[in-house]
């Protein structure tokens, strides 16, 4: 709860709180035949007080033959819909999956361009609520009303919804508040919106979803049951912190840490949605249980470079009013902060034995009602729509490492609709539909009235997960078909590319120089290169040279990441030296005289 919070400061101190617009007409306003407009809709759709709250709203027109028209629906909740999308600038990937549809994102109220909501003095939850005039008229169910603002403002007679995440959820209350307005629902990575938010399903899941990132990609050198390792090393952490102080931004002043079990449970729940993080964990677990714990720090230290880059992307005042008006939770809405402190901690000691799985109950603390708590009243109680849901096509994503929203609750969500569908892709984590191929062919098959596959291909990490840490290249075995020093450095090398990656993957937004676990120097550019000065990840090992990425048009990097290019020179005093040079994620060259080639 107080790593919520600290990030919610950060957060809110960008936020602004501008002033309603008056609605206007949809008018071009990007690339690719972008709409805009900002509507003038209710604060409170009962009437009963007073005041208009502005929502910015963007469209792209079908291209080809209409179909209908989608809502996209981001997370959170807190993102900002038409921020996230971006549909003018991504007009053809959005096209692509949703072919002849016109689309539609608009930032939710309290996000974005739609009134962003801001508490920048605020020191407490309490304070922050009270610097949020209208706080209650910020839950699922005004959210809900916003979208049939938005229908009626298009003319559409019915829209599909496409909801990631929280927008899941956001979606189900739209079709209970006005079934008859919906056409279908997409749903990726579903929040269950009626779900006991005591029950600890997210812990119970952590072992199988680390242990599933090696049994469905290749982890060199580490042994079956990572994710059981996790646990006992995230119990044992809590239990017995240990305070470390890193050197690894050459710009930055030293970086002070903790690691506790708190911060290895944080790495399990980020694995579901960062392929770097992923990559990095299993090995980064294994060496700390032997006593190395650099990995584990400095995969911390990457993941916090990567979560302050990015925080921005949720707004955090948004985010607590609408979690803290929707409960439900194990108090009335207008208890005193004490009164829901006793029912929550009476709530948590009735949880049948084994609820939190192997973790200690320190790991209880991460529930998700804490941090509303002290949120003034009304916290929880805001209800949904009557229903019925309509009878219409759902098709539910879910991928089979989610922590956040387990593959449970997508079974759960479907049985609700008589044409329920659940399609799960191994290897995927949370958000689904934009990091797999096969489930984007399934969700066109679907849109065009064809019934969607119940399996879809594995999805693999963008890099590959690194193997297990080598203190030294003499201690690394040798790469297959390649005996000897040479055979050693190779592996060592592709040991240290993977690694390389994964630091591109965490700090390009930031675009912070760091150094290599064993030292060197990584500055990354966005625009997918690597520049590398003696970095190394396997003492005896020094690499230099610039490595070019393939990254898609607007910015993003392939899957699986690709090496278009790169020539490095490879030095260290346990290695042996040369160059090689990297084309298409094959490596080939001459070391210590001995020509060398591998796939990696």
């Known amino acids: 709860m107080k790593r919520l919070f600290a990030l919610g400061v950060a957060l809110v101190s960008l936020a602004g709180a501008p002033a309603a617009t008056a609605a206007t007409r949809l008018a071009p306003c990007g690339e690719n035949g972008l709409q805009c407009a900002t509507l003038s809709v209710p604060l409170d759709y009962s009437g009963a007080t007073p005041g208009q709250v502005p929502l910015y709203v963007e469209v792209l027109p079908a291209a080809g033959p209409a179909r209908g028209v989608m809502v996209m629906l981001a997370g959170g909740p807190g993102q900002a819909s038409a921020e996230t999308f971006q549909l003018g600038v991504k007009a053809a990937y959005w096209r692509s999956f949703f072919p002849g549809y016109t689309l539609v994102a608009y930032d939710d109220r309290g996000t974005g361009k739609s009134g962003a909501l801001g508490c920048p003095l605020a020191q407490s939850v309490a304070g922050c609520a ?12 005004e959210h809900a009303e916003d979208i049939e603002s938005v229908r009626l403002a298009l003319g559409a007679d019915k829209v599909g919804l496409w909801g990631v995440s929280y927008g899941s959820k956001h979606a189900v209350a739209y079709a209970l508040a ?5 056409e279908r629902l997409l749903l990726d990575s579903a929040v269950v919106p009626d779900a006991n938010l005591v029950d600890p399903l997210s812990l119970r899941v952590v072992p199988g979803s680390v242990s599933r990132i090696c049994s469905n990609n290749a982890c060199p050198g580490i042994a079956p049951g990572v994710g059981d390792r996790l646990v ?11 305070s470390a102080t890193l050197h690894l931004a050459p710009r930055l002043a030293p970086f002070p840490l903790v690691l506790d079990g708190d911060a290895v449970l944080s790495l399990a729940f980020e694995s579901d949605l960062s392929s770097a993080v992923a990559s990095q964990l299993p090995a980064a677990v294994d ?9 584990l720090e400095r995969l911390v230290y990457l993941d916090t470079v990567e979560n302050v880059t990015t925080e921005g992307d949720i707004n955090f005042v948004l985010f607590l009013s609408t979690n803290c008006g929707d409960g439900p939770f194990p108090w009335s809405p207008n208890d005193a902060p004490a009164t829901r402190r006793a029912a929550l901690d009476a709530a948590i000691a009735a949880l049948p034995p084994g609820a939190a799985g192997a973790f200690g109950q320190w790991a209880l603390q991460s529930l998700r009602p804490w941090p509303c ?38 079974a759960t969500i479907a049985s609700r609709f008589r044409q329920g569908h659940v399609l799960v892709v191994p290897g995927a984590g949370h958000s689904v539909l934009n990091h797999s191929p096969c489930a984007a062919s399934a969700v066109r098959t679907w849109l ?18 690194v193997g297990a840490w080598r203190r030294s290249v003499a201690a690394t075995p040798a790469a297959a078909g390649v005996p000897g020093l040479a055979g050693r450095t190779v592996a060592a090398l592709v040991q240290t590319i993977h690694d390389a990656e994964d630091d591109w993957m965490l700090t390009r937004r930031s675009q912070e120089t760091t150094t290599g676990l064993v030292g060197g120097r990584l500055t990354p550019d966005p625009n997918g290169v690597m520049r590398l000065q003696a970095y190394s990840s396997v ?14 048009p607007y910015g993003d990097p ?17 290695a042996a030296r040369g160059t090689v040079t990297l084309t298409g994620n094959r490596l080939t060259g001459t070391l210590a005289r001995r020509a060398v080639s591998a796939r990696f």
Do not use: K
Request: proline share 13%; net charge positive.
């Open 130 to 141: 009270g610097a949020v005039p209208g706080r209650a008229f910020y839950t699922t169910r």
């Open 178 to 182: 006005h079934p008859s307005h919906v």
């Open 558 to 574: 392939i899957v699986p990441l690709t090496v278009q290019y790169g020539t490095l020179r490879v030095a260290g005093a346990g």
């Open 287 to 295: 060496a700390a249980l032997t006593g190395s714990m650099l990995p």
């Open 232 to 242: 006992r090393l995230a119990n044992d952490l809590e239990a017995h912190p240990v």
């Open 539 to 552: 003492a005896g090992l020094r690499v230099t040279g610039n490595i070019e990425l393939r990254i898609d």
């Open 373 to 410: 708590v002290d949120w003034p009243a009304p916290s929880g109680g805001a209800a949904l729509g009557p229903g019925p849901l309509p009878d219409v096509p759902v098709l539910v994503l879910a991928g089979d490492r989610d922590i956040r929203t387990p593959t449970a609750n997508a």
């Open 448 to 465: 065009r009235g064809g019934a969607p596959p119940t399996g879809c291909a594995r999805f693999t990490l963008y890099v590959p997960p």
